[in-house]
């Protein structure tokens, strides 16, 4: 089937059921587009489709067909998606960096849709996770290429996750839990891995 990213047409070879981000990745090459979680929750692996960020990690290659993708290795080509990386650096957003492209995916999609978003609008957009915490950073960012509109340290502050409460035994079972969803997701993408190479061998004998 035929696939569009970043303005160029590719012929793809993958089965159609394929989640997007390794079509992206594994057969076209573009590794900016990072994996996370596997379950669409953490946003490393956010794209936009059609102008509207997607996580791709859940998302059928097949689903795409006639659809335009955008993936981080295009965002400078965006005069939108270069503001948002400049003040990505000036405000020393990345420090891993690891989930920064969806981050940058996730802001340009945002910016693109409301040139002044809102702090409100800027919390409802800004949900991809971050090991690192740079939430403050990332909502300061966004407050200066929103126009200065509300509190950046308020928006900040309604956006970082809280650190869930232990219980009476001293398990922090959320912790607990967010750490089993990784698991889980770690081990489908290994699955799955080891489905593609054994339809691999089974072709190639």
Request: charged share 15%; aromatic share 4%; with cysteine.
């Amino acid at each position: 089937m035929e696939l569009q990213i970043n303005d160029k047409t590719y012929q793809i070879t993958s089965d159609a059921e394929t989640p997007l981000l390794w079509v992206i990745r594994d057969e076209l090459g573009m590794t900016g587009t990072k994996y996370g979680c596997g379950l669409a929750q953490c946003g490393a692996c956010s794209v936009m489709v059609d102008g509207e960020v997607l996580r791709s990690c859940v998302m059928p290659v097949g689903a795409m067909a006639g659809r335009k993708v955008t993936t981080i290795e295009a965002v400078n080509a965006d005069p939108v998606g270069q503001k948002v990386v400049d003040a990505w650096v000036r405000h020393q957003v990345p420090q891993c960096g690891y989930c920064q492209s969806g981050q940058v995916m996730a802001a340009t999609a945002l910016l693109k849709q409301v040139a002044q978003p809102s702090d409100e609008q800027i919390v409802g957009a800004m949900v991809n996770l971050c090991r690192c915490g740079t939430y403050n950073a990332i909502k300061a960012a966004m407050h200066e290429l929103s126009g200065g509109t509300g509190a950046p340290a308020a928006a900040a502050a309604a956006t970082t996750p809280a650190a869930p409460a232990a219980g009476a035994d001293g398990v922090n079972k959320a912790a607990v839990a967010a750490a089993a969803v990784v698991g889980v997701g770690a081990v489908a993408a290994i699955q799955w891995s080891k489905t593609q190479k054994a339809k691999a061998g089974k072709e190639q004998a």
